[in-house]
């Protein structure tokens, strides 16, 4: 796979099995500026249904459960959706969240059924971006919002410095949203605080 692929990080195992709740636990603190920053960019209602693909422990997930929307949260890896459960049972959300495990390339979800459809550092992730962005378009109503949000990195970054996008990896995203019939194809890049992101977002 070349390095400029945006799924550069397909192969990567360490989200199941013990060490997932140990990764999902780091992906508690400092994530609420990136769901609230998907959250702004939808502008984000309580009549929306969410789809969040790679939900993880569910920050973003339980950001638009606080705001009313009802919520499915998706992920692959179990110890991400019994992290995500026991979080929200905490925390109770006045929306209604559902946790489905599944992966963005079979999501066990029906056609136009939900408004926003969003995925933060997780695409990076996924092994077959044509499936999942099919998949995504599939289930999104017309007039829905999808937003990939990815940590914004620099070219030739390696171990952790390098989970997210360069500039070329967005925009090769990007290209493929707007093949695949999404419209409105849009790169925004933002700092937040001192962790610059970058958002790929468009209409169906
Ligand atoms: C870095 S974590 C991000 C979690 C969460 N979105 C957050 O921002 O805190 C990446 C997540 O993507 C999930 N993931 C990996 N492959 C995936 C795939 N093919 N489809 C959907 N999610 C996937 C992982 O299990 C993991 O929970």
């Known amino acids: 796979m070349p390095d400029l692929a945006p799924n ?3 192969h990567y195992r360490q989200f199941s099995g013990a060490f997932g709740y140990v990764a999902g636990l780091t992906m508690i603190i400092g994530r609420g500026r990136d769901a609230k920053m998907v959250a702004d960019i939808a502008n984000l209602k ?5 789809l969040d693909i790679g939900c993880g422990p569910g920050t973003a997930a339980r950001l638009a459960g606080r705001r009313g929307s009802r919520v499915t ?7 991400m959706l019994r992290l995500a459960r026991l979080l929200t049972r905490l925390r109770r959300p006045k929306g209604e969240i559902d946790w489905l ?7 066990t979800i029906v056609d136009d059924s939900v408004t926003v459809c969003w995925s933060l550092a997780s695409v990076h992730h996924w092994p077959d971006l044509a499936g999942g962005i099919s998949e995504a378009k599939r289930v999104l109503r017309a007039g829905g919002t999808f937003i ?8 030739g970054a390696t171990g952790n410095a390098s989970h997210g996008w360069t500039p070329d990896q967005a925009n090769t995203f990007a290209t493929l949203l707007g093949e695949h ?4 194809v849009e790169v925004l890049n933002r700092d937040l605080g001192r962790r610059p992101v970058v958002a790929v977002t468009a209409q169906t």
């Open 8 to 10: 550069h990080h397909a």
């Open 46 to 50: 309580a009549t929306d249904h969410v």
């Open 101 to 107: 495990c599944a992966g963005a390339e079979h999501l």
């Open 73 to 79: 949260g998706v992920d692959p890896a179990q110890p």
């Open 148 to 155: 990939a949000l990815e940590k914004r990195t620099e070219p």
């Open 181 to 184: 019939g999404f419209t409105a």
